[in-house]
């Protein structure tokens, strides 16, 4: 696999994911107590979360074509792309939300 579809499979799979967590993550913060009291674990373990449910549950139910299992290094980074890009700022967007609704 080159660099560049690499690029694309991972890009790929962090926007179809981008455009669902955010309407989970206010909703799931209120139940969720670790959200609110630890911001940075419960935002890294949320974005743990989102990649299992998006690459397990949700791409496999959809219609989208299978991919072929990309290797490890890919596997890491997309990961870290969805702790650190979806679930982090998401866990900050939503305790500052909260807080400034108490």
Excluded: D
């Amino acid at each position: 696999m080159q660099a560049a579809s690499c690029i694309c499979y991972s890009a790929g799979r962090s926007l179809r994911c981008s455009k669902v967590a955010p309407k989970v993550a206010p909703p799931g913060a209120v139940r969720i107590t670790l959200l609110r009291r630890y911001v940075i674990p419960g935002s890294l373990l949320y974005g743990v979360g989102v990649f299992i449910v998006m690459n397990f549950i949700v791409l496999p139910l959809s219609a989208a074509p299978t991919l072929p299992a990309p290797p490890m290094w890919l596997f890491i980074e997309i990961i870290l792309e969805h702790i650190l890009l979806i679930g982090l700022p998401l866990g900050i967007l939503v305790q500052r939300n909260a807080s400034a609704n108490q």
